[in-house]
Nanobody
Framework: VQLQASGGGMVRAGDSLRLSCTVS?????????VSWFRQAPGKEREFVAT????????YYADSVKGRFTISREHTDNTVYLQMNSLKAGDTAVYYC???????????????????WGQGTLVTVSS
């Protein structure tokens, strides 16, 4: 399976952006839970949000709860990350990642993913 992330850009604090992650490949995309991670310069990659393959659960990092929403459209194999009320601290390269399973602990750990998209840069100016 391959992931293609897009939608990043440069915005001002308070603005919104929507990131997209398109899942493709011979294995049905619906088998995979998909997550977003981000990595700011000089920092480790951190969990942002995840949605399970069965759409039964969504998990968010505390830093984005109430501002970001993850959703999924099985019809076009795309996972979206709607980001509202953006802050300068949200500036990072955002990566989508996929794995099988629905256990929250594993879904929040970057080390447990082997399938990654290429990343899309989000820059928020204050």
């Amino acid at each position: 399976v391959q992931l293609q992330a897009s939608g990043g850009g440069m915005v001002r604090a308070g603005d919104s952006l929507r990131l997209s992650c398109t899942v493709s490949g011979s294995t049905p995309a619906s088998r995979y839970s998909v997550s977003w991670f981000r990595q700011a310069p000089g920092k480790e990659r951190e969990f942002v949000a995840t949605i399970t393959w069965d759409l039964r659960a969504r998990y968010y990092a505390d830093s984005v709860k109430g501002r970001f929403t993850i959703s999924r459209e099985h019809t076009d194999n795309t996972v979206y990350l709607q980001m509202n009320s953006l802050k300068a601290g949200d500036t990072a390269v955002y990566y989508c990642a996929a794995r099988e399973g629905t256990t929250a602990w594993y879904l929040k750990q970057a080390a447990h993913y082997t399938i990654w998209g290429q990343g899309t840069l989000v820059t928020v100016s204050s």
